[in-house]
């Protein structure tokens, strides 16, 4: 099995940043995509952005020259970096991998969420 670890989020006034960080651990071959999405209160998940393990990004437009997503790949772990900071970015930060087992098996896997409040 497969566990997601994060950590980094917290309260922050508008114009700041946090940097978030998901670690994953247990039976992996290989980590393909990794990403972050988040949800807020009275609103479904979306994507804020994703990585491959090639390092080819994808960002919301509503995140785009604001956060930056990088990886370790060496150690399992991806980072949010989130500069200048919204009250509408609060929500619920949740990191997703899709990892290939040793028996080639792929799944996707997700953590336990982080919160994020903005205050304004």
């Known amino acids: 099995q497969v566990q997601l670890v994060e950590s980094g989020g917290g309260l922050v006034q508008a114009g700041g940043s946090l940097r978030l960080s998901c670690a994953a651990s247990?039976?992996?071959?290989?980590?393909?995509?990794m990403g972050w999405y988040r949800q807020a209160p009275g609103k479904q998940r979306e994507l804020v952005a994703t990585?491959?393990?090639?390092?080819?990004?994808i960002y919301a437009d509503s995140v785009k020259g604001r956060f930056t997503i990088s990886r370790d790949n060496a150690k399992n772990t991806v980072y949010l970096q989130m500069n200048s900071l919204e009250p509408e970015d609060t929500a619920v930060y949740t990191c997703?991998?899709?990892?290939?087992?040793?028996?080639?098996?792929?799944?996707?896997?997700w953590g336990q969420g982080t919160q994020v409040t903005v205050s304004s």
């Open positions: 247990g039976s992996i071959f290989r980590i393909n995509v």
């Open positions: 997703n991998a899709e990892i290939t087992h040793f028996n080639t098996n792929t799944q996707y896997y």
């Open positions: 990585i491959t393990s090639s390092r080819i990004t």
